[in-house]
């Protein structure tokens, strides 16, 4: 029986180990679907594996050469020299991450000239380097994450300690207008992959000392260097709690976007619409700060994460309050009013012509009778269709450079809408309610919640066709329960008006500027018990 087992092995290559067949990465634990439970272990944060630094510079120098592979790998600098002409020192940095001026300028030069007689850390740290910011180390997991992330580690023959130096250099993107989120009045700065330029442009803008900049580990693979902004003394220590808790907990191979961090520690995967609001303009992730919110910024990513959030904050704009009041109460209506015609315009329609002719005025079912009369397909068919083709020239439009964007856009809108109603594939009518669903689509100014009404205008066409009014009201229905279950860190997402709160005016009447801060309808305890009385 066992040389049964052992031949079945070979035969079947259950004998071959992962490696021979995997190139890249795999999944640990068993796949869901089969029962099996995911491993809860991640990749070790930094600075969880404290390891001492050897006295001997040689022996460091030997233990970095084998560790980071320095034959093969040629960007780890170690720069032996002596400090003063007689005690043996070592610097070591990344080379493209550190700025080799610095470095020869304030750190190599003023040590090898050192006269004084004492050669400690905290004696060259005061006497000789000409580094502003000089942090000691004595952990060499720590000191080799800063390394990597372009500092330099200076470390002197028989300490156990190292000396941390700023000397990132590393090129980066120049700050430029924001490209998605424009508006017509208001500052047009927007953030970098820099993590630290994007702190700076919160700073500018908030100059006050309760504003807080954590740095914390992102949990991925590839340690990516995390902050999160909050006001002290305004956001809710337990909300802050939350967050710290579920970065902990973010399980990624690499990350290397926000959005990854996004979908790690959300509170559900699955719905359409996002928990957090992601933006490139720093003066509204200083606006939501400012509020009691938390801001979560990440090294190479030129997205904020803004949390919580409620489905009025996605639907709101920098620019509602860059404007006199009537002006910008004017803009948000218009606002919400696309919003709902890009939802429900398509399925009201097709409900009607299915199943509710007599809502409808002579004049016009004749004209959709009309238009009709030689399209082959069904109606419910032919709207399906005309809203997928929108969205696939829209993704084209967006996925091609600027210029020839526009073109997609103006041919696929113009030229393929006159030929596919010229050749009977589509009807006049059905074509205008897809073009003016498009429209209310584009005035969402977020683009997740751009994406996610897609999936409900879906969803109420589909329950149109099946059911009529009956139908959407049903799907209506089920989506409110849907987003009524829905919290963003705690926060209803129909807040203030699923729970019921205490508030003076409407979400869609742009409130008066000014007032303390917990006067915002998100500036609350963490149970959600939200108290706002203006925008």
Known sequence: MAFLKGKAKRILRFDVGDGRFELTES?????RMLGGRRDKSRVKNRGDERRPIPKSTKKLRELLCAEFSTDRNPDLILRPFKVGGGRDALAVYMNGM?????????????????????????????????????????DLSKAMSAVLDGMTALFVDGEKRCLLLETRGYEKRAIGPAENEQVVIGPNESFTESLRTNITLIRRI???????????????????????????????????????????????????????????????????????LSTERPDRAAAHVMRGRVCILLEGSPKALILPVTLFTLLDSPEDFYMRRPLGTVIRVVRYVGAAVSVLLPGYFLALALYHQGVLSTEVLSTVIASRRMVFEPIGV????????????????????????????????????????????????????????????????????????????????????????????????????????MKSFGVPFLAPFAPKTERNKPLVIRGRLGGSPTDDELNTSFDARIRGTED
């Open 27 to 31: 999944e640990r634990g068993a796949p």
């Open 98 to 138: 550190a700025d080799d001026g610095s470095i020869n300028d304030f750190i190599l030069r003023p040590l090898m000239r050192y006269a004084g007689g004492d050669m400690s850390l905290g004696a060259l740290s005061e006497d000789a380097i000409e580094i502003a910011e000089t942090k000691r180390e004595d």
């Open 206 to 276: 908030l100059r006050i000392k309760e504003l807080i900049a954590e740095p914390l580990p992102s949990g991925g693979g590839n340690d990516t260097d995390l902050a999160l902004i909050y006001r002290n003394g305004v956001t809710d220590e337990r909300l802050v709690a939350e967050v710290k808790r579920r970065l902990d907990k973010a399980d990624a191979f690499a990350l290397t976007s926000s959005g990854m961090l996004e979908q790690l520690i959300e509170d559900s995967g699955v719905s359409p619409l996002p928990q957090m």
């Open 382 to 485: 032919e709207m399906i269709l005309l809203l997928l083709i929108f969205q696939m020239i829209r993704e084209a439009g967006q996925r091609v450079p600027g210029s020839i964007g526009q073109a997609i856009g103006i041919i696929g809108g113009l030229i393929m809408g006159q030929a596919a109603v010229a050749a009977n594939l589509a009807s006049s009518v059905v074509l205008i309610i897809v073009a003016a669903s498009g429209l209310g689509n584009f005035c969402i100014p977020d683009y997740q919640t751009q994406i996610a009404a897609s999936y409900f205008r879906m969803a109420l066409v589909i329950s149109a066709w099946m059911g009529g009014l009956l139908g959407i009201v049903a799907a209506l229905l089920l989506s409110l329960c849907l987003l009524s279950g």
